[in-house]
Nanobody, 129 residues
Framework: QVQLVESGGGLVQAGGSLRLSCAAS????????MGWFRQAPGKEREFVAA????????YYADSVKGRFTISRDNAKNTVYLQMNSLKPEDTGVYYC??????????????????????WGQGTQVTVSS
């Protein structure tokens, strides 16, 4: 079992920045990836970014490339999502997730929410215009 705890959400003006954190605990094994998804009211959950824990390969949705950066701290078993140049359309609940087994596929593989095995409770991000 894996537990995920997100933090760092909040209210920010357009153009501002936020950093989300997700601390993982439990039995992840050595081959896994962590991802961020978001869900706006009335919309489906969508992929934001992912990182393979071994090797550190990163994957991003086109909508956030160049603005968001996913990173990890191995010692703390924590993944971060640095969000810059935020837009109102970035508003939503952001979820951290873990997929056990991290094949060397591209972002299209990691963008499928159903592949992820464990999810955090979510943290709200609101970007005002």
């Amino acid at each position: 079992q894996v537990q995920l705890v997100e933090s760092g959400g909040g209210l920010v003006q357009a153009g501002g920045s936020l950093r989300l954190s997700c601390a993982a605990s439990g039995r992840t094994g050595s081959s896994y990836a962590m991802g961020w998804f978001r869900q706006a009211p009335g919309k489906e959950r969508e992929f934001v970014a992912a990182i393979r824990w071994s090797g550190g390969s990163t994957y991003y949705a086109d909508s956030v490339k160049g603005r968001f950066t996913i990173s990890r701290d191995n010692a703390k078993n924590t993944v971060y999502l640095q969000m810059n140049s935020l837009k109102p359309e970035d508003t939503g609940v952001y979820y951290c997730a873990v997929v056990i087994g991290a094949p060397r596929y591209g972002s299209s593989w990691y963008s499928v929410a159903d592949r992820y095995d464990y999810w955090g409770q979510g943290t709200q991000v609101t970007v005002s215009s």
